[in-house]
């Protein structure tokens, strides 16, 4: 997965500090290359290839609704430290009967949900 980032350096520390990633690769400040388990999330800033405009002028950026799923243990713990970092969220935790759910947004405004399945 690929996410745009206005910050390379800014998404490398919340991804790895916040949610418990690892640097693969940097090339900072144009891009990086992450991991999580299975998970491996490309951090392309604007100086990177893929932050280019398009042919007609439209430029890349972060944002919109697709989004990594993280599954955690104790969503209610998690929501607790990050909030106390800081870390925004767009919703509350939304409990369905799959489990619960809740959307964040890292440093650019890209979303994260982090999700606890049912029965944990």
Request: aromatic letters at 6%; glycine letters at 14%.
């Amino acid at each position: 997965m690929r996410y745009l980032v206005d910050d390379v350096g800014a998404a490398i520390d919340f991804y790895t500090r916040q949610l418990g990633f690892a640097v693969r690769m940097s090339a900072a400040p144009a891009f990086a290359d992450v991991t999580r388990g299975h998970l491996r999330l490309l951090l392309s800033g604007p100086a990177s290839s893929a932050g280019r405009a398009m042919p007609d002028g439209t430029k890349p950026g972060p944002g919109g609704w697709n989004r990594i799923h993280l599954i955690v243990g104790d969503i209610a713990a998690e929501v607790t430290r990050l909030r106390a970092a800081g870390v925004p969220f767009r919703s509350d935790i939304v409990t369905g009967p799959g489990g619960q759910q809740i959307v964040l947004d890292d440093p650019s405004g890209n979303p994260v949900e982090l999700f606890q399945p049912a029965g944990r």
